[in-house]
């Protein structure tokens, strides 16, 4: 059964940064487009970024673009989302899954950013 596994989260000042990294089993990962998705406190859970196998395409949402790169090691069935010059509207309970009928949901790395 395929599994995501996030984490990297944590407090942080704004304008500060983070690495979040997801850790994935159970299905060809080298194959897939992938996403990160956010959950911001009472809110649906969003898209943030995707990526396809090789990274030849690669999408941000106007709200972290600039400031968010994702990226993928295939070899390790990993993936990253470095952010940078957070701010608190960043605030949220981080996701990584397949980009299409995403499904078993990890548990997600929280991150919050406040002063």
């Known amino acids: 059964q395929e599994q995501f596994v996030e984490s990297g989260g944590d407090l942080v000042h704004p304008g500060g940064s983070l690495r979040l990294s997801c850790q994935t089993s159970?299905?060809?990962?080298?194959?897939?487009?992938m996403s990160w998705y956010r959950q911001p406190p009472g809110k649906e859970r969003e898209l943030v970024a995707l990526?396809?196998?090789?990274?030849?395409?690669?999408h941000y949402v106007e709200s972290v673009e600039g400031r968010f790169t994702i990226s993928r090691d295939n070899d390790k069935d990993t993936m990253w989302l470095q952010m940078d010059r957070l701010r608190t509207d960043d605030t949220a309970l981080y996701f990584c899954?397949?980009?299409?009928?995403?499904?078993?949901w990890g548990q997600g790395t929280q991150v919050t950013v406040s002063a």
């Open positions: 159970g299905f060809p990962f080298r194959a897939t487009d």
């Open positions: 990526s396809t196998p090789r990274g030849t395409f690669i």
């Open positions: 899954n397949r980009r299409f009928h995403p499904k078993n």
